[in-house]
């Protein structure tokens, strides 16, 4: 089969899904990842010929796109802050929006003048450790733990390390279960802890998409409407023993709780709080400083 008939034959199924230039792009990205095709290969070779096994796993990747099922774990890879991750469903796709947690992570550390090498950093619900191996890589000289419920998200996390060459601690937590939990920290203190936790309600769940409801980890999205904030009281609760005096409370945060996340903080005793808007105006980042108990 010809390149340029593969490539009609993708639009005329799935541009009633994706629209014209998503399919292009889709394409693009499939003939680089299955067939070792670059995109101006495709323009300079439109009668390039595919065989077997190649043009199977193209047909294969065409199915599963007609269901809806994520390019992401189609490919089994995607990009994060410049660096690649491998990702599968036991792990959320990472978000542009969970790039920006990252990034305002490491300028405020910057801006705080705190040395990496002092550093003590935890990711809660680190999933594919996109936050966790993105921060390991920018501040190879600091501590990082990663910490999940889920043995499927730990063992993608751990691969996503290796493949980035950095270093990072693994523990299999529950943050709802305090007491299991306490042991398997023990004396650790943390000067950053981040999170991006469940938090959309299972009312939004009508406003998703197919590729997202059916595809991805519901362990790791959703909430019950009537205990929106049920991870990140945990999370808070957390913090009273495990983030030292002054450290910082990062956590992505759901668009529409923006006010009710400024009142947890503020009623656990957080200083300096910050409500950070997403570069699409939403409400999704928030950050305290944990006022000194002495």
């Known amino acids: 089969m010809k390149i340029y008939a593969l490539q009609k034959l993708f639009h005329s199924e799935l541009e009633d899904i994706y629209g014209s230039?998503?399919?292009?792009?889709?394409?693009?990205?499939?003939?680089?990842?299955?067939?070792?095709?670059?995109?101006?290969?495709?323009?300079?070779?439109?009668?390039?010929?595919?065989?077997s096994p190649q043009i199977d796993s193209i047909f294969a990747a065409l199915n599963d796109l007609k269901n809806h099922?994520?390019?992401?774990?189609?490919?089994?890879?995607?990009?994060?802050?410049?660096?690649p991750f491998k990702v599968?469903?036991?792990?959320?796709?990472?978000?542009?929006?969970?790039?920006?947690?990252?990034?305002?992570?490491?300028?405020?550390?910057?801006?705080s003048g705190n040395k990496a090498g002092e550093l003590s950093i935890l990711d809660i619900g680190t999933g594919s450790g996109c936050i966790?191996?993105?921060?390991?890589?920018?501040?190879?000289?600091?501590?990082?733990?990663?910490?999940?419920?889920?043995?499927?998200?730990?063992?993608?996390?751990?691969?996503?390390?290796?493949?980035?060459?950095?270093?990072?601690?693994?523990?299999e937590g529950d943050i709802l279960d305090a007491r299991g939990l306490n042991e398997k920290i023990g004396d650790l203190t943390f000067d950053v802890i981040v999170s991006n936790p469940p938090y959309v309600r299972n009312s939004e769940?009508?406003?998703?998409?197919?590729?997202?409801l059916d595809?991805?980890?519901?362990?790791?999205?959703?909430?019950?409407?009537?205990?929106?904030?049920?991870?990140?009281?945990?999370?808070?609760?957390?913090?009273?023993?495990?983030?030292?005096?002054?450290?910082?409370l990062l956590m992505e945060i759901n668009e529409y709780l923006g006010v009710q996340m400024e009142e947890l903080l503020s009623g656990f005793g957080f200083s300096s709080i910050e409500l950070k808007k997403?570069?699409?105006?939403?409400?999704?980042?928030?950050k305290g400083i944990k006022a000194s108990t002495n």
């Open 215 to 248: 595809f991805e980890p519901h362990l790791a999205l959703f909430v019950e409407d009537d205990n929106p904030l049920l991870f990140y009281k945990a999370n808070c609760e957390f913090t009273l023993n495990y983030l030292k005096d002054g450290g910082s």
């Open 205 to 212: 769940k009508k406003k998703m998409k197919p590729n997202v």
């Open 69 to 83: 099922k994520p390019i992401q774990y189609v490919l089994g890879e995607t990009e994060f802050y410049g660096l």
């Open 132 to 171: 966790a191996v993105s921060l390991a890589y920018h501040l190879p000289e600091a501590k990082i733990y990663a910490l999940d419920v889920s043995n499927g998200a730990l063992a993608m996390s751990k691969i996503n390390a290796s493949l980035n060459n950095v270093d990072i601690t693994f523990i």
């Open 88 to 111: 599968n469903p036991e792990v959320l796709i990472p978000r542009p929006e969970t790039e920006e947690l990252v990034d305002f992570i490491l300028s405020s550390l910057r801006k």
């Open 278 to 286: 997403d570069i699409f105006g939403k409400d999704r980042i928030i």
């Open 21 to 51: 230039s998503e399919v292009s792009s889709i394409f693009n990205l499939l003939s680089e990842h299955f067939l070792k095709i670059k995109r101006l290969q495709l323009a300079l070779n439109p009668d390039l010929k595919i065989e």
